[in-house]
């Protein structure tokens, strides 16, 4: 075992706090990682502050959170072949699964149906807690390791593990590209990914936002189109017009409102997390044979296929960079959705403490 700096929530809801605990020796197919960046997710909150316990068997505190690592290899087990030294990595929200499955014989780790080892607040094969990206090293199996692009700002890049994953996998499932519309829903920290890699696709993008407040944003984004959901008049404008909706709220609203934006054929997918229940009616569906749909991150293959699609199109996130002592404040800010459009923990401020 080897120590390692981090910061963790103690118990459930307690501000992040600096935290040593204990890494892994690197087995023969690991890859040692010096964390250089880590992405704030929504989902890093929600953890931390046990707001889950619902949808899991248990929460594991102290809690290390962070799934958007972007690092640079620093060792290699001895059988390790796919990384060396130097090479700049990443790690999303899952460090392992069965690899024998169905799923993930298909390369759908993330929906493996044994048992998908999350980044933090999971436990491993060996039943040890996993420990995320908040902290200066990470040791992962070479098979769940990414590739980064080597020609975009390694910090921009850290939030496609998460934020980028969660809104490619889907647009490329229902194939998004030239000829399809595509409305993104919620223009925060997944949305605005979604606008960039829609438009990267070749598709019409439409931004479905509150209000007009960052339509030039979504311009500057990549969106042909701008509406706020806060005018009803947008719905009577946008009925039956979309292929695609990709719905990144979490807060409640009818979803009903916005299955009937979808012509025949058309699909929402969900990827926000709204925490209540939210009622359909059959004829939102049943009217234009469209499909309300679900979709979690992506598998490794698609992953990397993702950070080599952004890295041929140059995109990136937009990001804030804070240091690791300003977490608990880029929380609240979080929160209030003060961000454009996602916070970066620069993990050398580290050291600082
Ligand atoms: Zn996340
Ligand atoms: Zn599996």
Known sequence: MSKCKGYAATTAGAPLAPYSFERR??????????????????????????????????????????????????????????????????????????????????????????????????????????????????????????????????????PLLCAGITLYSPLRHWQAGPGKK???????????????????????????????????????????????????????????????VINTVSAKMDWNQYLGLLKVDGTMVVVGLPEKDIPIGAFSLTARRRSLAGSQIGGIRETQEMLDFCSKHGVACDIEVVPIQKVNEAYERVLKSDVRYRFVIDMASLSKD
């Open 182 to 244: 595509v409305a993104i829903l919620g223009l925060g920290g997944l949305g605005h990914m979604g606008v960039k890699l829609a438009h990267a696709l070749g598709a019409e993008v439409t931004v479905l936002s509150h209000s007009l407040k960052k339509q030039s944003d979504g311009k500057r984004l990549g969106a042909d189109h701008f509406y706020a959901t806060s005018d009803p008049e947008t719905f009577t404008k946008l009925a039956n017009s979309f292929d695609l």
């Open 25 to 158: 020796e690197p087995r023969e197919h690991d890859v040692v990682i010096e964390i250089k960046y880590c992405g704030i997710c929504h989902s890093d909150i929600h953890q931390t502050r046990d707001e889950w316990s619902d949808y899991q068997e248990e929460s594991i505190f102290p809690m290390v959170p962070g799934h958007e690592i972007a690092g640079v290899v620093t060792a290699v087990g001895n059988n390790v072949t796919k990384y060396k030294v130097g090479d700049k990595v990443g790690v999303g929200c899952f460090v392992d699964s069965c690899r024998t499955c169905a799923e993930c014989q298909r390369g759908l780790e993330q929906y493996c149906s044994v048992q998908t080892v999350w980044t933090y607040n999971a436990r491993d094969k060996e039943g040890a807690p996993t420990y995320g990206g908040y902290s200066e090293k990470i040791i992962v199996d070479e098979n769940y390791v990414l590739r980064m692009p080597t020609n975009l700002p390694l910090d921009a890049c850290a």
